[in-house]
């Protein structure tokens, strides 16, 4: 029987950034389910780029994993978002002063890891009825394969752990996750005859002196609970113009906000088309092009609930709330009661300073065992 740190040390090895396949790891957690008497379904589908994505739903001997209702469900994703060319060690996981490195392993294949310790450590006679372990493709990318399983009814939950790393608080709150990218058209030029065109990269820049504008208006509806306590808009990449000569004929940017539980994901993008109308109103000749590409609210789970004094007892760590984006805010719709739990600390992760807390490992394949036979 592997220990939890040999399973992320094999699970870190294997390649799973969202643009490949995530079947080899999900492959892998499959045959320590199986050894462990758990019976599971595995659900495929092809991304847009053609690529097969597994979602994997696991049951204990004698429960049913293609009966979607369920007790109590252990979420977790299998993909990582890229890393740096230069991070040679990305896949090759060591430890250093208690310390475990490497891609992934904290966001979020240290509480996967957790799982399958659990997992084969419990007799499945000992285990509650209705538990389920789900494990979902392309979280990275839009929680994708989560949202394939909720459209399918493959799974509904009365209570849902979903592994993230924070630090093993309980995360019974999160804020959403919302993208729109916004195209400004204007008309190309000479240079030296700029009055012949029209800059589409002026009309972005004051667009975007609007929208920042805006976020300092957001910002002053507060929410203790979080931090920052309130619903943050940021615009992270900006492209237009061909040459340096040439009177830009376009120019894109995309702008993402993350809302507070209870604000409609879309109240920040309704703001700035309206912002924008009233730009068009003043200029006829500004034209511009608005599309959302996500949006998902944010989640609240109430402080008493079940599960969450019951992780609050077993680590004796406060509840907490997250400011990243995950499938909680995708499951709030059909679950009950949502919480997210993982070992690590959400500021190493998506870098070379990614690393999970050896004592935390530990520390989680207890608190999950105890779940799995006590909620």
Request: a negative charge.
């Amino acid at each position: 029987m592997k220990t939890v740190v040999e399973h992320l040390e094999n699970l870190i090895r294997i390649p799973s950034v969202s643009s490949l396949s995530n079947r080899p790891i999900v492959e892998y957690a499959a045959r320590v389910l199986q050894g462990a008497h758990w019976d599971t379904r595995l659900m495929t589908y092809a991304d847009a780029a053609g690529l097969e994505k597994v979602n994997l739903i696991a049951a204990p001997d004698g429960q049913d994993p293609e009966d979607p209702e369920a007790d109590l469900v252990f979420m977790c994703h299998t993909d990582t978002v890229p890393y740096a060319a230069d991070w040679t060690r990305a896949l090759e996981p060591f430890v250093t002063d208690g310390l475990l490195y490497g891609c992934g392993a904290c966001d979020v294949k240290g509480f996967l890891a957790c799982l399958l310790t659990a997992i084969s450590e419990v007799n499945p006679a000992e285990l509650q009825r209705g538990l389920r372990l789900v494990l979902t493709a392309d979280e990275e990318i839009g929680c994708l394969g989560a949202k394939r399983l909720i459209a399918a009814e493959l799974i509904k939950p009365r209570r849902i752990v979903i592994g993230e790393p924070t630090s093993l608080h309980p995360a019974r709150a999160g804020k959403g996750y919302c993208l729109a990218e916004i195209t400004i058209v204007g008309e190309e030029a000479h240079s030296a005859h700029p009055q012949q065109g029209k800059s589409a990269i002026y009309g972005a820049a004051r667009l975007i002196t609007a929208i920042e504008e805006l976020s300092t208006q957001f910002a002053t509806k507060q929410n203790d609970f979080f931090t920052p306590g309130y619903t943050t808009i940021n615009i992270g990449t900006v492209m237009g113009g061909t040459a340096k000569n040439v009177v830009p004929g376009q120019c894109k940017f995309q702008v993402e906000w993350r809302p507070l539980p209870g604000e409609s994901s879309n109240s920040v993008l309704q703001s700035i088309t309206s912002i924008a109308e009233q730009m068009k109103d003043a200029d006829p000749t500004f034209r511009f092009e608005i599309k959302g590409l996500r949006q998902q609210a944010g989640f609240e789970t109430a402080e008493d609930a079940h599960l969450v004094r019951a992780i609050e007892a077993l680590t004796q760590r406060s509840a907490t709330s997250i400011p990243f984006g995950s499938e909680a805010s995708v499951f709030a719709s059909v679950a009950n009661e949502v919480v997210v739990f993982g070992p690590g600390d959400m500021r190493t992760a998506h870098s070379r300073r990614e690393c999970v807390p050896l004592s935390e490992l530990h520390e989680a394949v207890l608190c999950i065992k105890s779940l799995m036979q006590n909620v």
